[in-house]
């Protein structure tokens, strides 16, 4: 499968969790962004970045250099709503929620991302020029303070915690105003996650894979539910905020425990949706 923003064909694997507690599903995607920040920081085109990046800081304090990493992705990474990103390779681009690890974002002709894809960059950047880092996950609508809506990063230094909103925010520092829950997620300590059996809630595989394909779920009016037999999908309105990251405008509705759908496409893109048991 080709994708037009990217270089490279695309490839699909998927995890699979069974629930759809929002704390289960954001803990698993925040596990993957650690990983893919933690292998990426290792590449050369990560690492070049980060030159480049605190060539524009005469500081050597590693507040100024992860403040340097910030003001680099905003000069050279565009924020682009998922459902633009997954459109060529989603039937519910609406409904996707797509991570774009730090070395493809690097490769795209033109580098675009969201919050999530933003934030893997920065946490890598900062890994390979020796900064510590965690995610903040953040209830950031109004409507839903118990759903995680945004994530950045807070950089860990001797000079204090830094907090860096590559997407969203106006200057190193600034922090989103949280409606609702929050948590913070350190990168390096998820080395060694064992709060969730993660051997028994995911499943990878083109079987998986083919279960999505065989879905058709129908198109229901923006901002309304749609239901066929014990699946119930949500359709959030187009562009309905700007802090989309997962549990916010994908709802698993009725009794039963719902099946959390995590596709990831080459190691490039991954794709987030729920569906009915």
Request: aromatic share 6%.
């Amino acid at each position: 499968m080709l994708h037009p923003q990217f270089n490279t064909p695309i490839q699909a694997t998927i995890h699979q969790v069974e629930s759809d507690d929002d704390e289960v599903v954001t803990a698993q995607t925040i596990h993957l962004m650690a990983k893919y920040a933690r292998e990426d920081s290792l590449s050369p085109i990560v690492r070049r970045a980060a030159a480049e990046a605190i060539l524009t800081t005469k500081d050597s304090r590693a507040a100024s250099k992860a403040a340097a990493g910030w003001e680099w992705i905003r000069a050279h990474v565009r924020f682009q709503l998922d459902s633009i990103t997954a459109a060529p390779v989603s039937e519910t681009p609406d409904q996707a929620e797509l991570l774009i690890r730090p070395v493809d974002i690097l490769t795209m002709p033109q580098m675009v991302g969201d919050c999530d894809d933003q934030s893997m960059l920065c946490a890598s950047m900062l890994r390979s020029l020796g900064i510590d880092s965690s995610f903040k996950t953040v209830a950031a609508e109004r409507t839903t303070p118990d759903l995680y809506s945004h994530v950045y990063v807070v950089a860990h230094t001797p000079e204090g915690d830094l907090s860096l909103d590559c997407s969203h925010g106006p200057h190193p520092g600034w922090e989103v105003t949280p409606t609702g829950k929050t948590r913070i997620w350190r990168i390096e300590a998820m080395q060694q996650l064992g709060a969730i059996d993660w051997g028994s809630l995911i499943k990878t595989g083109v079987e998986a894979g083919s279960e999505i394909a065989k879905a058709r779920f129908g198109q229901p009016p923006e901002g309304t539910y749609i239901q066929q037999g014990s699946n119930v999908v949500y359709r959030q309105p187009a562009n309905s905020s700007p802090l989309a990251f997962p549990g916010v405008g994908v709802n698993v509705g009725g009794t039963e425990i719902g099946t959390s759908m995590i596709l990831i496409i080459g190691a490039v893109i991954l794709l987030f949706a729920l569906k009915g048991k």
